[in-house]
């Protein structure tokens, strides 16, 4: 599954382009490792409380726009 262009490849990129390891970006958010670990293999029900202060730590931010809404069945 190709998931370029996603969260959990922007996080994973960044932390690489910081040099941390996932222990240390965690430390720096303030979330386990292991939580970085699912945010980082797309795990798909995650806090986003937690996901925001991850990318804080590594300098991004989370950006909502307005789309096409999905239908609901």
Same mark, same amino acid.
Do not use: C, I, P, W
């Given at each position: ?8 490849? +922007?996080?994973?990129t960044?932390? =690489? ?10 430390? !720096? ?12 293999n ?7 409380? =937690?996901?925001?202060?991850? !990318? ?12 096409? +809404?999905?239908?609901?069945?």
């Amino acid at each position: 599954m190709d998931r370029s262009g996603t969260l959990a490849d +922007a996080v994973r990129t960044r932390r =690489k382009e910081l040099s941390l390891r996932q222990a240390e970006l965690a430390d !720096l958010a303030g979330v386990s490792e292991r939580f970085v670990y699912m945010v980082e293999n797309g795990k798909q029900s995650v806090q986003l409380n =937690k996901v925001t202060a991850v !990318l804080a730590a590594l300098g991004l931010h989370l950006e909502v726009q307005r789309g096409v +809404a999905a239908r609901v069945l």
